[in-house]
């Protein structure tokens, strides 16, 4: 089993920057590869980012890259996002989510969830 709790989010104008924090707790939390999905109201959820367990890998939505960095520090079980030239359309529920197998850009990999913060960028 494996906890995963979210901070970090708020309200920031459009160009602004944010970086959301993910703490993970339970057995063997260091040892999943980790995603960052987000979900706007009316919208379905959708994938922002995935880093593999040892951090050599990372993977990106189109509609973030360059913008966004995924990091994660295995020794203090923690995954971060910076999220850089936000924009209105950036809002959203953004969820942390611990992978199990299949696609990174799929929410049916992933079997652990946080409960998710959220994003307000203002134009």
């Known amino acids: 089993q494996v906890q995963l709790v979210e901070s970090g989010g708020g309200l920031v104008q459009a160009g602004g920057s944010l970086r959301l924090s993910c703490a993970a707790s339970g057995r063997s939390a260091s040892n999943y590869d980790m995603g960052w999905f987000r979900q706007a109201p009316g919208k379905e959820r959708e994938f922002v980012t995935a880093?593999?367990?040892?951090?050599?890998?990372?993977y990106y939505a189109s509609s973030v890259k360059g913008r966004f960095t995924i990091s994660r520090d295995n020794a203090k079980n923690t995954v971060l996002l910076q999220m850089n030239s936000l924009k209105p359309e950036d809002t959203a529920v953004y969820y942390c989510?611990?992978?199990?197998?299949?696609?990174?850009?799929?929410?049916?990999?992933?079997?652990?969830w946080g409960q998710g913060t959220q994003v307000t960028v203002s134009s």
């Open positions: 989510a611990a992978r199990s197998g299949g696609t990174y850009n799929n929410t049916a990999g992933y079997n652990y």
């Open positions: 880093i593999t367990w040892s951090g050599r890998s990372t």
